[in-house]
């Protein structure tokens, strides 16, 4: 799994095990000059956050290694993203907020 990002940019990622019942996973994100930006070890789910220290790509990978049901495949649900997260205040306008809304953003 991989995301192509510039220097400075914010990479993000979240992940999770479907339907296993022992946390076995282990994640890896590297950055395009090989250096481990995040690693996680036996978890069922996790989440990072960080700003691209090179412009190329960044990989993310899975490994079921420690598993204790060798031989059996593993669903992972992963999102990776580059970039900064939107600002949902900004994007919340006074027409799409009820009245009740309005006066609890006024408080």
Do not use: N
């Amino acid at each position: 799994f991989q995301e192509s990002a510039k220097a400075s940019e914010r990479v993000s990622g979240e992940w999770s095990v479907r339907g296993e019942s022992s946390p076995d996973l282990d994640v890896t994100v590297t950055s395009p000059t090989g250096d481990h930006v995040y690693s996680a070890e036996r978890e069922l789910q996790g989440s990072f956050a960080f700003y691209a220290s090179s412009e190329g790509i960044y990989t993310i990978c899975f490994s079921s290694e420690h598993t204790t049901r060798p031989g059996s495949e593993t669903d992972v649900l992963a999102k990776m993203s580059v970039g900064e997260p939107p600002d949902l205040i900004a994007l919340a306008k006074a027409e799409h907020l009820s009245p009740i809304e309005e006066r609890i953003k006024h408080l």
